[in-house]
Nanobody, 126 residues
């Protein structure tokens, strides 16, 4: 059984920071974790799920949505089977449920994600 579990969300004031973690187990784990590209998406109420950041398998190259460039950093630890999203200088418009997703490539297309976590709520107050 494949499983991704996010943690680290919460309530923070604008300008603050949070670090999200995503732990893999089951099929998205073991030696298989390093073969997946890992992506972070977010979904605000009434809006579609949108790409935030991704990190490739292999080289670990990263990609970011324009709205978070320079503020968010994605990283991964294959030995721990985890992926992280460091979020700095948070803004109220960053408020959303954040999801990690595993797939073959870094992608901004949700339907190309093979496995999803259940999400963690991030709320940024003004």
């Amino acid at each position: 059984q494949e499983k991704l579990e996010e943690s680290g969300g919460g309530l923070v004031q604008a300008g603050g920071s949070l670090r999200l973690s995503c732990a893999a187990s089951g099929r998205v784990s073991g030696s298989g974790f390093s073969t997946y590209a890992m992506n972070w998406f977010r979904q605000a109420p009434g809006k579609e799920r949108e790409f935030v950041a991704g990190i490739s398998r292999g080289t670990g190259s990263t990609s970011y949505a324009d709205s978070v460039k320079g503020r968010f950093t994605v990283s991964r630890d294959n030995a721990q089977r985890m992926v992280f999203l460091q979020m700095n200088n948070l803004k109220p418009e960053d408020t959303a449920v954040y999801y990690c997703g595993a797939g073959g490539v870094v992608t901004s297309t949700p339907r190309r994600i093979a496995y999803w976590g259940h999400g963690t709520q991030v709320t940024v107050s003004s």
